[in-house]
C-alpha cells in the first residue's frame, strides 16, 4: 500500500514554470511504477506522465514532450514534475499515482493509489 500527496501547485503566467511534488509513504513505494494525470473541469482524467521503479524509464503525452520532466528520489519517497513553458490548455488538476501491475499503463484505470490533487491555473 502507498499514500500519496500532492504539493506544488497554484498560479503562473504563460511561459512559466512549476515544479510539482509527491510525497509517497508505504514500504513498497520503490517498486511502484508513478503517474502524473491531470484533470480539467468536464473532462475526463488524462495522463501526463509516468515512471518505472527499476530503469527509471520514462513515457510523456505527446503534447507535454520537451516541456515537462517526471523524476522521482527514492530515498526521499518524492516523486516530481517538473513543468517548463506552461501554457494555459496545461491548467486542471494535476494527480500523482502508483501503478503496482508489472506493465506500464497510461491509463488511469490501472492506477491504484491516487493522491488528493494540486490546482495548477496558467494565465494568458
Known amino acids: 500500500q502507498v499514500q500519496l500527496v500532492e504539493s506544488g501547485g497554484g498560479l503562473v503566467q504563460a511561459g512559466g514554470s512549476l515544479r510539482l511534488s509527491c510525497a509517497a509513504s508505504?514500504?513498497?513505494?520503490?517498486?511502484?511504477?508513478m503517474g502524473w494525470f491531470r484533470q480539467a473541469p468536464g473532462k475526463e482524467r488524462e495522463f501526463v506522465a509516468r515512471i518505472t521503479y527499476g530503469s527509471g524509464s520514462t513515457y510523456y503525452l505527446n503534447s507535454v514532450k520537451g516541456r515537462f520532466t517526471i523524476s522521482r528520489d527514492n530515498a526521499k519517497n518524492t516523486v516530481y514534475l517538473q513543468m517548463n513553458s506552461l501554457k494555459p490548455e496545461d491548467t486542471a488538476v494535476y494527480y500523482c499515482?502508483?501503478?503496482?501491475?508489472?506493465?506500464?499503463?497510461?491509463?488511469?484505470?490501472?492506477?491504484?493509489?491516487w493522491g488528493q490533487g494540486t490546482q495548477v491555473t496558467v494565465s494568458s
Open positions: 508505504g514500504r513498497t513505494f520503490s517498486r511502484y511504477t
Open positions: 499515482a502508483a501503478d503496482s501491475s508489472l506493465y506500464g499503463s497510461s491509463s488511469h484505470r490501472d492506477y491504484d493509489y
